[in-house]
């Protein structure tokens, strides 16, 4: 376990707190108007390797073998100077602070963080973390890397959990959720029935490794929940023709992979963000992550089929009135966490790679993204 303390004074910021892995979707900005949830579980934090924050250099002032350097291989708009390590911790964590929103611009309907800091200890006045909390935002508390120091503390941290307690304990993400708005819509509710968040973001982030890694053949995935998730970007950014690739779900509990397929789905550890590998794979076979509640419900079967029947309702017959909401729209991967993830993969320096990433606009038009 670890607290974080003023770097200045010394000061508590935060009680003890287990570390997690950094979620796919922590930089995520969703929709228009929309009221997120809270990024981080109670009693967690995550970090950041990468640097975030000013000072921030444009395209043109980027040297590409520096960038290459810090793993980037592709031409982004702005590229951060700011220190590396930022840690994300849940609002409710934080203590010993007052908020400084003098000291930021404010935005649509919150705080969004893009001037920095401000969030300052209440001992000594030193800014010490960001406050996020404006719609389309995930909301959170991003402590400064230069401005907190992380001590161990005295409360034993528990062993990360094997993948079969994970199995066990069975925490799904759901494909689809109501989203909230604010203020509502025109009918008057306060929500709609969307894809959810968290799926488009980790499909973003998979679709970039399925793409970097199918060598400009087709790739075929399972039909059903997954196909609808990845087979329709799939078809429109790969070339008809080639021997197609396959790609199909892995992971503990799982039967063993097909040895004729050349793309494993895997999960993510949550805890200690290792991706899941078998026992024996072959060499050319590609790994894809997952994050591990979006892989659980892939992995189940939650496609429930209704059942004729008579007489009173069975406990588990599906009811077809009214039917079960679902998104009035075709999936979508996150075109931002797909760009962050694709430019930072040195496949992207393929030509045919380069070209979607420069197409990304065109591809948003079209409902891809």
């Given at each position: ?121 209440r001992a000594c006045g030193l800014a010490v973390a960001t406050r996020i909390d404006d719609c389309s935002l995930w909301q959170a508390v991003w ?161 429930y089929v209704p059942t004729p029947s008579s007489g009173r309702l069975p406990r588990d017959v599906l009811r077809d009135d009214p039917l079960p ?24 320096r393929e030509t045919w790679l380069r070209t979607i990433l420069e197409d990304l606009t065109l591809h948003k038009s079209a409902g891809l993204f």
């Open positions: 376990m670890f607290a974080f303390v003023c770097a200045r004074c010394g000061a508590e910021l935060t009680g003890p707190l287990s570390r997690v892995s950094l979620p796919v979707h922590a930089h995520q900005a969703y929709g228009n108007g929309v009221q997120m949830p809270v990024l981080m579980e109670a009693g967690t934090f995550a970090v950041d390797p990468e640097p975030s924050g000013a000072p921030w250099r444009l395209r043109e002032e980027i040297n590409p073998v520096e960038a290459a350097a810090r793993g980037i291989y592709a031409p982004l708009f702005s590229l951060s100077d700011g220190a590396p390590g930022a840690t994300v911790i849940a609002p409710g964590d934080i203590r010993g602070t007052r908020l400084t929103p003098e000291n930021g611009s404010g935005a649509c309907c919150g705080l969004d963080g893009r001037d920095g800091p401000n969030m300052a200890c402590l400064a890397p230069d401005a907190v120091r992380r001590l161990h503390t005295n409360d034993a941290a528990a062993a990360p959990q094997s993948w079969a307690e994970l199995l066990e304990e069975g925490k799904s993400t759901a494909p689809f959720e109501p989203i909230a708005t604010w203020g509502g819509s025109e009918l008057g509710s306060s929500h709609y029935w969307s894809w959810s968040p968290q799926w488009e973001a980790a499909a973003g982030h998979a679709l970039a490794h399925v793409l970097a890694v199918s060598g400009m053949r087709p790739v075929r995935v399972p039909n059903g929940l997954i196909a609808d998730v990845f087979q329709r970007a799939l078809d429109a950014l790969l070339p008809v023709g080639p021997p197609a690739r396959r790609a199909v779900l892995a992971g503990p509990g799982q039967p063993a992979p097909d040895s004729a397929a050349d793309i494993l789905l895997v999960p993510v550890h949550p805890q200690t963000g290792r991706t899941w590998a078998p026992a024996h794979r072959a060499p050319s076979t590609y790994l894809v992550p997952l994050p591990l509640g979006v892989w659980l419900w892939m992995a189940s079967s939650r496609e909401p679902r998104p009035a729209f075709l999936f979508r991967a996150d075109r931002d966490i797909f760009r962050h993830t694709l430019v930072r993969l040195p496949a992207v």
